[in-house]
């Protein structure tokens, strides 16, 4: 059967609609609650009052994004079922795994221990409270590795075998899939980026405090905390970046084909194309400016390797098409005679280039029957867009290189003692607030835009993995996702704007000389007082 | 030792485990939310009973997303067919499980009273929602979906959100809404300040009644008006998992399994002696009503999974195509990992959640209350 192109692009626009909204309240819970952590730990060292209150102020904005981190997440665990059916049973056996583990060893932590954080204040002991919010930390970032253990798995498909059988992929080796190197460097890039948001959270926020002159002590200090963390983190997103470029060189050639936009193989050590206009139609890049040799250097660390070509991959692509419908009709054979020996050794041979054979599906529905045209269409197929990801890639990296020199900026007047002498600087900050917003989600679109026209690799076309679902009820979800993320959007930020005007001053969680404090659930609620 | 059909079977049982778990801690929230407006009469009261479930609901909301990604782990075909041909149904439980969190947050973060009675409806609708839609899905398990696989496993459905509403289904519907429902008034009679707890305690009483004589009902449907699914000819309990390989007769009962297996009864036997046990306790010692209603809905829950043992999701379309317990689970080695996994972290899971109830435990008073919010 032939597949509803409509399905296919409503389900895509869902899907990445619904992970790029939720990966804006997430990477910022990621980040936050270290910076919690880091407050509460001085509170419970030093004993001083401040540090609580600080905990306490920016666990209230920390409540209101997790609230809608938990909430847009919940989507992400059903979608795969409602709309990417057949890439659920298709790739259930493993990719299922990690999502069930996540659940089981990280998220299960962190939503029991949350109502603790905020309402048990006054319940538990210092220490212990401290040790909750220490195991919440930890519990989100152990969060984010099984969910990229699982990203990891879709753009470098190890350890599985298809099984012709039960038509689908299942597990050879979990080590394989757990120690997937791309899963490695995934996991420290997207976790430090994390960190760097909810630095830069704190960063900007205290730098309008500073800029209105309103909570002095409170904002320096907070300050404080978010550069030392931001710097570090920043430096862990560039350096641990490199170490995923690298990995994504090797292990996904396409995609850095076409983030670099080589078009054709390079004698070693490659240019690196600095800027330039990428141009899919003539496959060429415009107007380069390209300085010698970093290409080489950056992706195989190495002076001699090559780093293959856009062309040369193509080409690439349309051999194991070839040998994929090997695979394919050994499949087929194998369906109505079990025991066939022959076909089950070239099955055995092929099944690495069966979803390459796959691609063809999107135009007949028996790939055997393609034509020479359609097998060049669907080798070409295999290029994602190449200048989003050119541009993507250069505006994430720009905005990285920025980080760190703010955050350096920020920990050596920190260390100085002049965070607020200048007021150019606190505006420089406040208004740099967006920025890992925008750097967060180029990364997404540069991970998982490139990883087209696949949804696994190498095994399973995007267009393939859709439900039999129709394009009404994908639009009807589409819609009333729209609606209800608009409406909690505006909620979000009206909220967020709300208390952070309030400040710690006019929640009467700090200086608290103008109001009595009560005992109980100052974090949560932080309004009583009013 | 764990040879696949006995890891079927397991898994089998954690699915179960997981739904009953869900069923009874996330249950509970649900029938609070459900009774929100009934059993608080102003927003102050409403409060109470939305503090008695807030520091623990996005724990227990956490049985739900566990129960979906063990699904999608341990049986990946039923996760995409149930949630893809049910397409419509999940996409309203997903929008009331996407306002439950935020509701929770913002609720109290803005001080006008149209504002907290706006999120007191959309806390109620979701909980109502939800326990109403899950039961009209577990009703229309025994009616059997209309879905059908081709030869890659392709599945295909025909029918859309209204052919969910076969009179049985709504029937389980409402078994499920006034299970759940009484299940949160008992919930209340425990939590919640005196006064409410009063009215909780008569809430509590008139649902078990109303969700008992609606299980029987349900029961006597179930045995004269269904026709029941089974396996025809030899079950291969380790073969692939493949559910085009069997064949499936149509017709018989779907109190077979309970005859074949007679301990099953215990489950409805347990739910409907649990419903006396609410009415007996829910008044006089809260903790053991409390129980005796989550009691009450594992039996009712396992009664249904029995009943449909070894289906998981039959067909009406295509028998042949049903899931059963053989035919539409992971491969061995994914469920063995699993369970590995499942035995380690469940019972720190369970021992944590323990901690939390214990921290956060004692009734929530509208004195209390009146303090803590400088008496507003």
């Known amino acids: 059967m032939i597949i509803d192109a409509d399905v296919v692009t409503l389900s ?68 795969f079922g409602m709309n990417w059916a057949y890439y659920s049973q298709y790739v259930g056996d493993i990719f299922g795994a990690p999502l069930a583990i996540e659940g089981m060893m990280a ?93 830069m959270f704190v960063l900007s926020i205290s730098a309008w405090y500073l800029l209105r002159g309103r909570n002095v002590d409170f904002a320096k200090r907070s300050m404080t905390v978010a550069a030392s963390f931001g710097l570090a983190a920043a430096l862990s997103v560039v350096v641990l970046g490199d170490a995923s470029g690298y990995t994504v060189a090797k292990d996904q050639q ?17 240019p690196f194309t600095l800027f330039g206009l990428p141009n899919m139609r003539q496959r060429r890049t415009d107007d380069a400016l390209k300085i010698p040799w970093l290409m080489g250097l950056l992706g195989t660390h190495s002076l001699d390797q090559t780093m293959p070509g856009i062309s040369e991959l193509v080409d ?30 070239v099955l055995a041979a092929n099944d690495k280039d069966l979803g390459y054979a796959l691609l063809l599906k999107r135009s007949v529905d028996d790939p055997r029957q393609a034509t020479p045209a359609q097998i060049q269409q669907a080798a070409d197929s295999t290029i994602p867009n190449v200048p989003v990801l050119f541009w993507s890639f250069r505006i994430m990296m720009v905005c990285g290189f920025y980080f760190i020199a703010l955050f350096a900026l920020s920990f050596w007047k920190a260390s ?69 993320y608009t409406a909690l959007a505006i909620v979000d930020v009206v909220l967020m704007l709300k208390f952070t005007r309030k400040g710690p001053d006019g929640l009467g969680i700090w200086p608290n000389h103008a109001f009595p404090l009560s005992p109980a659930r100052n974090g949560e609620s932080g309004e009583q007082h009013v | 030792m764990f040879d696949y059909a006995t890891l079927r079977v397991i898994w089998w049982a954690l699915l179960g485990t997981l739904l009953i778990g869900f069923a009874i801690m996330d249950g509970f929230d649900f029938g609070v939310a459900g009774l929100l407006k009934v059993l608080g009469r102003d927003n102050e009261e409403r409060l109470v009973l939305i503090e008695g479930i807030e520091p623990t609901w996005e724990g227990n909301q956490t049985w739900f997303i566990l129960g979906g990604g063990a699904t999608f782990a341990a049986w990946p075909m039923l996760y995409a067919v149930s949630f893809s041909g049910m397409y419509l149904a999940i996409f309203l439980v997903l929008l009331a499980f996407i306002l439950r969190p935020v509701g929770f947050n913002f609720r109290g973060k803005i001080h006008d009273p149209r504002w907290a009675s706006l999120w007191d409806w959309v806390l109620t609708a979701s909980g109502v929602v939800v326990m109403l839609i899950s039961g009209i899905a577990f009703g229309n398990l025994f009616l059997g979906l209309p879905f059908r696989f081709d030869d890659d496993l392709r599945m295909s459905w025909q029918g859309g959100l209204l052919d969910l509403l076969h009179p049985f289904a709504l029937l389980a519907g409402l ?21 409410i707890a009063a009215r909780a305690v008569r809430m509590a009483r008139w649902l078990t009644l109303l969700y008992a004589a609606l299980y029987v009902l349900a029961g006597i449907w179930l045995a004269y008006g269904i026709p029941g699914f089974a396996i025809a000819g030899a079950v291969a309990s380790e073969g692939v ?59 009712t829950i396992a009664s249904a999974g029995f009943a449909l043992f070894p289906f998981l999701l039959p067909s009406s379309l295509d028998p042949r195509s049903s899931l059963t317990v053989w035919d539409a689970s992971s491969s061995r080695g994914t469920l063995l990992l699993m369970l590995g996994v499942t035995v380690v972290l469940l019972p720190i899971i369970l021992l944590y959640t323990g901690w939390v109830y214990r921290v956060m435990r004692g009734r929530v008073t509208l004195e209390q209350l009146r303090k803590a919010h400088g008496g507003y």
Not at chain 1, 326 to 336: E, G, S
Not at chain 2, 272 to 279: D, F, I, M
Request: proline fraction near 4%; charged fraction near 10%.
């Open chain 1, 12 to 79: 895509r626009l869902q899907f990445a609609l619904t992970a790029m909204y939720h990966f804006l309240f997430v990477p910022l819970t990621l980040g936050l609650v270290w910076i919690l952590a880091i407050m509460e730990s001085v509170y419970v060292m030093t004993g001083r009052e401040v540090w609580k209150r600080m905990v306490q102020f920016w666990g209230v904005l920390f409540g209101i994004n997790f609230a809608m981190g938990v909430a847009t997440g919940v989507t992400m665990e059903f979608q």
């Open chain 1, 107 to 199: 998220f299960f932590l962190e939503a029991t221990l949350i109502g603790v954080f905020f309402m048990g204040w006054e319940r538990i002991s210092r220490i212990r409270h401290l040790l909750v919010t220490w195991f919440l930390a930890l519990a989100t970032s152990l969060s984010a590795l099984w969910i990229l253990i699982a990203n990891a798995w879709m753009q470098n498909p190890v350890g599985a075998a298809f099984n012709p059988q039960t038509m689908r992929m299942e597990v050879t080796s979990f080590s394989a899939v757990l120690f997937n190197p791309v899963a490695q460097d995934k996991f420290v890039h997207t976790v430090s980026a994390g960190y760097v948001l909810g630095s």
């Open chain 1, 254 to 270: 396409m995609k850095m084909a076409a983030i670099e936009a080589i078009w054709h193989t390079e004698p070693a050590p490659a």
């Open chain 1, 316 to 345: 690439d692509a349309k051999s194991r098409i070839g040998k994929g419908l090997l695979a394919y009709d050994a499949m087929l054979t194998l369906r109505q005679d079990q025991g066939n020996a022959q076909a089950q050794a």
């Open chain 1, 416 to 484: 100085r003692r002049q965070l607020d002498s200048q007021r150019w600087y606190l505006r420089l900050a406040l208004w740099s607030l967006p920025l890992p917003w925008v750097a967060i989600e180029l990364g997404w679109i540069v991970a998982e835009y490139g990883r087209q026209p696949w949804a696994i690799a190498g095994v399973l076309p995007t267009a393939l993995g859709v439900s039999s679902v129709s394009a009404g009820q994908v639009l009807t979800s589409l819609g009333g996702f729209v609606l209800f």
């Open chain 2, 175 to 195: 078994v499920s809404l006034s299970m759940l429902l009484a299940h949160g008034a008992c919930w209340a009679a425990l939590k919640a300040d005196h006064l």
């Open chain 2, 241 to 299: 998992s493949n559910p085009l390989y069997k064949q499936v007769a149509q017709g018989g009962s779907w109190f077979a399994s309970y005859m074949q297996y007679p301990w099953f009864w215990s489950a409805p036997l347990l739910a409907l002696a649990a419903a006396v046990g609410v009415q007996a306790l829910v008044g006089r010692r809260s903790v053991a009503g409390f129980i005796a209603s989550s009691l009450m809905v594992g039996g």
